[in-house]
Structures are given as C-alpha cells and as structure tokens.
C-alpha cells in the first residue's frame, strides 16, 4: 500500500498548492448555477400583449378589468390597447408585442344569452416558453370569468386537490445537484485526465514504470487521489451552491453526512469514466479537445437542467447509462428531499456498479510499459 | 555480470531499430554505449529497462531475465531517461520521498538516503524549493539523486549531459566518477558524445543503424586504427624545398603548410616524430612547436561508421519528449 498513498500523498500536495487548479473545477459550476439557476428559473413577468377590444358591452369591460388586475397583480401581462386590428397584428408580427388579445363585438351579447363566446388570442409561436404562459394564464383568467357568481348545489365536474409534499422548489435549487455533479466532472477532468496526460507527456511517467510499482497500485493511486480531489471540489460546490440557492438550513450534519459519501461514490465513477477514456491516450490535446463534448453528452441528457421525461426515447437512454443523471436524482433526493439512503440505493448501485466496469477496463487497457 | 544481452532484437512495423544485439557488461564497469540520434540507443537502453518489450532475444539484467522478471530488474536498476522525470510541482526531498516510497522504502531509511544524496549531488540547500524553479543542471542532478534512492546495482544514463550547458557537463562528468567511486554501482550509458564516452567509461560499444558495430576500451578502439595520427608542427623560416625533405620522412602519407603551419599525417606518429626532430637538428631547422595527435574516438567512429558523429549530434532538444510516446523512434 505504501506507492498506493505515496501517489495519493503527491496528487493532494499538488493540487492543493496549485490555486488555479482548484477554482478551474469551482468556477464553471458555481457560475452556472448563479447565471442559469436565476436566468432560467424565474416566472415570466411583463410579456406585452396588444389589447383589441371590439366590444363596447359590460362583459368586455368586466373582462378588461381582470387583465388590468393581473397587470397590477402577478404582472404577467402588460397590455397595450389598440383601437384596430391591422397594428395590433403587426406589432405580433414584428415582435413588438407578444400576443394580441380579440373581445370580439359580440362578446357581451354572446355572455348574456350563453352562446359560447369566444375570445381570440393571436400568438407570436416563436418562443414556446412565452406562449406556454400566456395559454395558461389566459387559461386561468377564462376560467375564473367563467366561474358561475353562486356555487351549483352539486359539483358538475371533478376537482382536484393539490399537494405537495416538499417546499416549493426554484429553479436555482433544482439547478444545483448538476452544478456539484459538474463540479466532480470538472475536477476529474482537469485533476485527473489533464495531469494524467500532461505528466505522461512530460516524461513523468518514465521514471515510474522503471520503478517496481504494479499496475493496479499506480491505477489505485490515480483513482484514490483523483476521487479525493473531485469529492472535495463536489463539496465545495454543495456547501457554496446551497448558500446561493438558500438552501444551506438544509446542510444538517446528517446531510452532510451522506452528501460527502454520495460525493465520493460520484466521484469515482467520474474520475474512473475519465481514466478509462483516456489511459491509452498520449497527446495532451486530446482532453482538452474532448471536454467540451463529454460534457454535453453527460450533463445535459441527465436531467440537472430540464427532466428526463421531457426527452426523446433515445436520449432517454442516454441517460438511463449516464452516471450524470444518477448523480443528479441523487442530489437532488438527498439536498431537495432530505431523505436518507434508501431513496439513493439505486443510484448509489448503478454508480458502484459503473465504477467497477470502468476500472476494470482501466486495469485491462493501462499499459505497465512504454 | 551485470548485463548481458543475447540476439536482442526491438521491431516497430517494418523497421527493426535493435538487430541481433549481443553483449556483455560485467559488474562494476562503466559502459557506453556510443552513437548517433535515430542509432537505437534509447530503444536499446528501454528494453533493458523493462519500458518495452523485445520483438525476440533476450536481456539478463542484475541475473534475471527483462521478460520473465521484470520486477525483479526493476528492483535491481535506477534509470535517468533523456526526460525530466522528477515533478516539477513537488520539491527536491519530496520527490525524492515519494520514489522512495514506490520502492517500499521505509521513513527512516528514506530519510537518511534523502539527505544524504542531497548533499552529494550539492542540492542540499535547495531540498525545500519546488523542482520547477530549477536549473536544467540542478534537475539532472536530482535525476541522478533520484535513480541512486533505492542504492540500485546498476544505473542506466541515457544521455545525461544532453541539453546542459559545457560548466554543467563538466560538472555532471565530475559528479558520476564520485558517485562511482563511493558506490561501485555498474553504468551503463548512452551518448552521443565522444569525449563523454571517453572520460567516462571503461569500455564503449559503437552502434549504429541498430547494432554494435565495435566494441572495446577506448584505448582498444583507437589502436584498431594503428600508430596512425597528426603531427602539427611549426619550424622558424624552413629553407626551400623543405616540404619534400618531409614528405620523404618515415611514416609520412601527406604534408600540408599554410601560414607557417605544418600538419603531417604519420602512418607511425612516434617514429614520423623522432626522424622530424633529428632531420630538423641536422638541417639547422628550428622547431618552435611540436603536437602529435593519436586518433580520437571521432576518428574511430568515421573508420567504423564511415559518418561523422558530431554531424548527427546536438540537433535533439532534450526536453521534446514527444518521441516517447510514438512507436518506431528509436
């Protein structure tokens, strides 16, 4: 075990006295979680909508008080009125505005005698995020002007009743199991694929494989050190990413507990995938070129920014083998959920089983020579 | 004996870099191993060291056997390679340490070896300072520190003064004798330097293209050129027709004057010599200087190579180690 914790003893030593090596892992993470957890993750707020109300009635007028109460209340909208048609499409059109809302001239009448009154609404389709809002709030508001004024003896159609069983979760919060999990990834990269092959390059490598050091102690070593440093990184990440997405009251030491062993579990089965990937890999250009494509292909089919179930079916086995995504449920169980490790067993099995695959094809492809 | 190797042979794709190598280096002695870039000496050095396979034959390093034993060589060996292997975002005694702990050394042995290898490669007082703000000179002398941790029985050199300036080759030569001497440990090093070879080995191999072409001390080496040599001489106003004089001296093959220098190339130097003074008493022919020159090791690689060593040498940067990693070098 001795050239086991002497490899591990050197790594930690160098890793901890390169400053730059460190934040590269902290700040990727760190600055996504801040700029994407709060540019994604609020309501949309004053989408202009043009206002065409052809209808002098008092149903029109009541209809127009509501959206000016949502203007002033949730401030979705902000309505324009427009006294024609033609300019209120245009700027649809032209984007000035979002949407352009038609009370037709007869809506009132059509109220009064309950002839199905319809309303228009004439969307720009080009940002699906906006027009899904806009269709629910519109929704919403029809909804309550259709409400009958006296409540019907008996229900005409099931309601339901919503419960939620945790506190309502922002977008900033569901951002950060990723933004740790992508800590790791970049810890294991940067510490472990980098140096991995800088060394090498460098001549590093020489001097050890003339020593009587065995295969599996020197891959023992990289794996045990390059676990430390991105179990580190991911803590790092969990304790200053909780403090941005106000959830560090969460961090009781039992939390903290089994967020420390769920992060050295993810780390090994990230430093061991990127060890796999590049142990037969000489050129030093190689990792740095195939960063950003591991990335992708990990981060994002694993739910840490939108849900799985939104996928296609393919991607969707993408990410049933992506270690990301386990990772991401797992956080996600432990920091949101606050739940203990039985909600983590299946991620915690498929990671351990992922990491045992991924060192064995390490141990059968390292080359003991030249 | 410490080496012994038997029809080595190292093949990349079509090109064989080591062809049939046979030799021998008993414990104790220091050998060199002689040539020019591209020669095999690298491939040579690492199949001896366990770094690669042999395509057939075989290598007895320290009694056991490169292929079947392995571990056991490495045991038995210390190595510097062309590259730097000591890490530059460690200090000297760290390095050191952490070599000695891949060997299984325990702390208070290590220590001691620390110490005591720091100051006898002079870098004591940098033990505490990271290896990266380093001379080239300060890390080859901890490369040397670094292969003698484990007090190894024989040390391979490949091409240790490479890329260091002509005070720090100076500096490394005088270095190795003393670590010989208060060691006794065999060596066995590659170079591309004649006078390298020259000061510091008993016995040399010339290879080329793969193979050992001479072997011998580099006294036997020269004298397979004979008594052959220079003569360069300067005579105070020598009389007309006194290169013809020469040119009928003993052993004499060419005569060649420019600005009152001679250079005469001798089939026997000693005996071209003895007749040159006597004719030039007897001609009242005053001699104001007299150098005779035996063959060098240069002269003896072009005879044996039919190239000129110092045409090959000094292109290499010593820290591109790209061809480390890239079959087919050599």
């Known amino acids: 075990m001795l050239p086991v914790w002497a490899i591990v003893e050197r790594d930690l030593r160098k890793y901890f006295r390169s400053p730059a090596l460190m934040l590269s892992s902290l700040v990727l993470p760190l600055v996504q979680l801040i700029v994407i957890g709060y540019a994604f993750g609020g309501q949309i707020k004053g989408v202009a909508v043009a206002l065409v109300s052809l209808d002098r009635g008092p149903e029109a007028v009541r209809l127009r008080q509501k959206f000016a109460a949502i203007e002033a209340g949730t401030r979705t909208f902000h309505v324009r009125l427009e006294d024609d048609m033609a300019p209120a499409l245009r700027a649809t059109r032209d984007g000035v505005v979002a949407a352009t809302i038609v009370i037709p001239e007869d809506y009132s009448r059509a109220v009064a005698r309950r002839l199905q009154p319809r309303l228009g609404l004439v969307l ?140 050295v579990v993810v780390a090994l089965s990230l430093i061991s995938l990127v060890t796999l990937l590049m142990v037969r890999v000489n050129d030093p250009v190689v990792p740095r070129a195939t960063f950003a494509l591991l990335n992708t292909l990990l981060f994002f089919p694993s739910g840490a920014m939108y849900p799985v179930y939104s996928f296609p079916a393919w991607l969707q086995a993408v990410a049933a083998v992506d270690p990301f995504a386990y990772a991401v449920h797992g956080f996600r169980a ?37 | 004996m410490a080496i012994r190797t038997e029809r080595l042979r190292k093949q990349f794709g079509l090109a064989a870099a080591v062809e049939g190598v046979t030799f021998e280096v008993p414990d104790g002695q220091n050998f060199a191993l002689l040539g020019p870039n591209g020669a095999g000496k690298s491939t040579l050095i690492r199949l001896l060291t366990t ?100 007090e190894p029985r024989i040390l391979f050199l490949d091409e240790p003064t490479t890329g260091l300036d002509p005070v720090s080759r100076l500096h490394m030569w005088d270095m190795i004798r003393r670590l010989k001497l208060r060691t006794g440990v065999t060596l066995f090093l590659t170079t591309h330097y004649m006078e390298e070879a020259d000061e510091l080995c008993d016995r040399i191999a010339i290879f080329d293209h793969g193979k050992v072409v001479a072997e011998g001390t580099p006294a036997q080496l020269k004298a397979r050129l004979g008594a ?32 009152g220098r001679w250079r005469i190339e001798s089939r026997d130097r000693m005996e071209t010599v003895g007749a040159l003074v006597a004719q030039a008493r007897r001609s009242s022919v005053p001699l104001l200087s007299l150098v005779a020159e035996g063959r060098t090791l240069e002269d003896v690689f072009i005879a044996f190579t039919g190239r000129d060593l110092r045409d090959q040498a000094g292109g290499k940067p010593h820290m591109d180690v790209r061809h480390l990693y890239e079959r087919g070098h050599a």
């Open chain 1, 124 to 263: 720009d389709n080009t940002d699906p995020f906006v027009v899904t809002t806009l269709t629910a709030k519109m929704t919403e508001l029809l909804d309550a002007v259709s409400a009958p004024e006296v409540a019907p003896r008996y229900l005409q159609r099931v309601a339901l009743e919503v419960v939620e069983i945790f506190p309502y979760v922002e977008y900033v919060e569901y951002l950060l199991p990723g933004s740790i999990a992508l800590a790791i990834f970049a810890c294991a990269v940067i510490g472990g694929g980098l140096i991995f092959i800088d060394d090498k390059a460098r001549g590093l490598h020489e001097g050890y494989l003339v020593t009587p050091i065995s295969k599996t102690q020197f891959v023992s070593g990289m794996l045990l050190s390059g676990t430390l440093k991105a179990a580190f990184a991911g803590m790092v990440v969990t304790v200053l990413g909780s403090l941005v997405a106000g959830v560090a009251d969460r961090l009781t030491p039992a939390a903290l507990v089994l967020v420390l062993g769920f992060n």
């Open chain 2, 51 to 150: 770094l690669i396979a042999p395509t057939s034959g075989r290598a007895e390093v320290a009694g056991h056997d490169v292929q079947r034993a392995p571990d056991a060589v490495r045991r038995a060996i210390g190595v510097i390679p062309q590259a730097y292997t000591s890490d530059p975002g460690l200090t000297a005694a760290e390095n050191l340490h952490f070599y000695g702990r891949l060997y299984g050394m325990r702390v208070a042995r290590r220590t001691a070896m620390v110490d005591e290898l720091l100051a006898t490669v002079g870098l004591e007082e940098f033990r505490d300072k990271l290896v990266g703000t380093f001379s080239g000179g300060m890390r080859r002398r901890l490369e040397i520190a670094r292969s003698l941790m484990h």
């Open chain 1, 334 to 370: 432990v920091l949101l959920k606050d739940v203990g490790v039985a909600a983590i067993a299946g991620d915690l099995a498929f990671l351990g089983a992922f990491s045992a695959a991924c060192i064995g094809g390490v141990l059968l492809l390292f080359p003991r020579r030249l």
């Open chain 2, 228 to 259: 052959t040599g220079t003569i360069a001489v300067e005579f105070a106003s020598p009389p007309a027709g006194w290169a013809d004089v020469v040119r009928r001296l003993p052993g004499v093959q060419a005569v060649e004057a420019a600005d």
